[in-house]
């Protein structure tokens, strides 16, 4: 059973870079015909889609696109999320998760709380 | 951009009642590449419903989607109480891979 885990600081201060990384279990990010994604919701709020990963590269949120990079460690099985110049609005449970050939999201993970505070 | 729209907001209904939820989206989505989530309180979503209509592992048979192109339902034939809960639509067709802003399905 493929299962992911966020892992990652939960406390960043404003202007600087969040980072997140995804550890995968059960499967294998070499593993091809899927996306491996990012998903954000701020607190009593909707989903937000951040991105993804595939075999042909990354494609990003148009309102985020400036500011993320998404990268994936295959020696490690892992996948990570960095958010630069981070303010209160990226304060959020993120999210990584698994997209079929297609891109309906399958697995994902329990979710990590970031707050962006000094 | 493919905006979507969820209604009603929130719906309230009572245990072994039917729940109508729906998406629409200000563009045709193609292929039928719509999902259907469903979000409990401190929970990660759960994939329900993947191309519309088909079902994701371990689905009961009493959720199902339909629609094509704009419209886009989401049925649950009896509501139990584990069924209570926010409901997400998401659009998989173009970048950004939007989601709808969720209904809230709650007991009566």
């Known amino acids: 059973q493929l299962q992911l885990q966020e892992s990652g600081s939960g406390l960043v201060k404003p202007l600087q870079t969040l980072s997140l990384t995804c550890a995968v279990s059960g499967g294998s990010v070499r593993s091809g015909g899927y996306s491996w994604s990012w998903i954000r919701q701020p607190p009593g709020k909707g989903l937000e889609w951040i991105g993804y990963?595939?075999?042909?590269?990354?494609t990003y949120s148009p309102s985020l696109k400036s500011r993320v990079t998404i990268s994936v460690d295959r020696s490690k099985n892992q996948f990570s999320l960095k958010l630069s110049s981070v303010t209160a609005a990226d304060t959020a449970v993120y999210y990584c998760?698994?997209?079929?050939?297609?891109?309906?999201?399958?697995?994902w993970g329990q979710g990590i709380l970031v707050t962006v505070s000094s | 951009e493919i905006v979507l729209t969820q209604s009603p907001g929130t719906l309230s209904l009572s245990p072994g009642e039917r729940a109508t939820l729906s998406c629409r989206a200000s563009?045709?989505?193609?292929?039928?590449?719509l999902a259907w989530y469903q979000q409990k309180p401190g929970q990660a979503p759960r994939l329900l419903i993947y191309?519309?209509?088909s079902r994701a592992t371990g689905i009961p048979d009493r959720f199902s989607g339909s629609g094509s192109g704009t419209d886009f339902t989401l049925t649950i034939s009896r509501l139990e109480p584990e069924d209570f809960a926010v409901y997400y639509c998401?659009?998989?067709?173009?970048?950004?891979?939007?989601f709808g802003p969720g209904t809230k399905v709650d007991i009566k």
């Open positions: 990963i595939d075999h042909s590269g990354t």
């Open positions: 191309g519309a209509s």
């Open positions: 563009q045709s989505v193609r292929y039928s590449y």
């Open positions: 998760a698994r997209g079929s050939w297609f891109g309906d999201l399958g697995y």
């Open positions: 998401q659009q998989y067709d173009s970048s950004p891979r939007t």
